[in-house]
């Protein structure tokens, strides 16, 4: 079980088979379905967002934070500044769990053991370097270990190489409210169901649900010009060849991740605000099944959508 949670939180285990390491490499993080387009929305300029802000630069491999914040609705900001992809997951620490504990489980590299003694709220998804990824979360008063579980080359997850910070969130008497949304994507077991499959060019926000029984995350990629989905879709989810030799293209893979949700436990809720250029885009996540390690976007979490 432990394994396979392992297993499930480790990007390159799914990544170390052979051609969709190719699409994969570039990515080097951990990385949703239905509704058509866009309808009744409301101008997604006008949405008001939390006045209470969480700035986090992150770089390979720290993160720099706050120590504290106060408890509500929070648009936290992340500003990959690294060489690799990063995502910020806040974890909340379980009644009585302390971040030593939950430390020395982060040495052992047992990732299961991570979520015995904390649930992941979420937090802002897996960006390529340079990018920025913007979530808010109504974070509840607790301590928090904020990790990223995005494994290097070298199948190590980040927060075993430093990129685990303590953050404590004090009450606040006035949480704020949530931001209004203009799509609702429910993450399950292995959709991603009310994804908009057209929007328009500027900043959006969509309130984002893992209503699923496992851990899901929704990573948004951008297409480069030239490549299409169904051929980025074939390459992830071709079947490893029995037997073969690993090719590894020297290419970058043909999309940038920017934008998007951290992984995040069942009922887990984030508000992923993004502003995305005209072009294709899609969703995916990248959290294998711990039942049979097969990778999400294999079991259905992947979709496509455009801007324009
Ligand atoms: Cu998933």
Redesign the pocket.
Known sequence: MVKVLQRCVSRPSLESGLTRRWAIQGLTAVGLMSLGTLHGARDAQAAVLPRRRLVIRATDYRFELPATAPSGYTEITLHNRGHEAHHVMFMRLHPGKTLAEFTAAAKSGDAGALFALADSVGGPGSVDPGQTSRAVVRLAAGRYAVICMVPNAHDMPHYQMGMLAPLVVTPSADEGAAPETEATVD?VD?SFDGLPQKIRPGRHVWKVINTGA?L??MVLNRLAPGHSYDEVKAILTAPPKPGSATPVPSAPPPFTSVAGTAPMNSGAVNWVVFDLQPADYFAI?F?PDPKTGAP?FDLG?IRPFRVA
Do not use: A, Q
Request: hydrophobic share 45%.
């Open positions: 993450l292995f496992e899901h995350e996540c959290v999400h979490m």
